[in-house]
């Protein structure tokens, strides 16, 4: 059995989506993790670095469903595990900045654990690619 070509708008679309989905999971990620932070901040009187960790890794997962919504939305036919190599090489740069260039900080914590839920997201919305 042969898989069928892709086809010229197929490959535009996958580009688009290339562009279009970090552009969405950072956009709806920061959105996400500033009324997270705003809404904790003003209701409770926790440690402000475990309200920082919680908005993070809550950006992260919203802005990773945003970006595969938007994409399935606007653009289907798409392929899906080029998106993820996108994402994959934004964590690896990030890992690598924060490796090398960074010192390690357990005040970043929040920024790591975005970083790999980012990766662990990236890998079962996009390269585990089923409808949703």
Known sequence: MTKPQATGTDLLKTVAACILAPLTAAVAAAVAGVLWYLM????????PEIIGFI???????????????????????????????????????????????????????????QVAIIGCMAYILFWKFEPI
């Open 40 to 47: 904790n901040a003003a209701f409770t009187v926790i440690r």
């Open 55 to 113: 908005a993070a890794s809550i950006g992260a997962l919203v802005g990773m469903y945003a970006a595969r919504a938007a994409c399935d939305k606007l653009l289907s036919g798409y392929l899906p595990q080029a998106v993820f190599f996108v994402f994959a090489i934004i964590v690896a740069f990030s890992v690598y900045m924060y490796v090398f260039l960074l010192p390690f900080a357990w005040g970043n914590l929040a920024s790591y654990a």
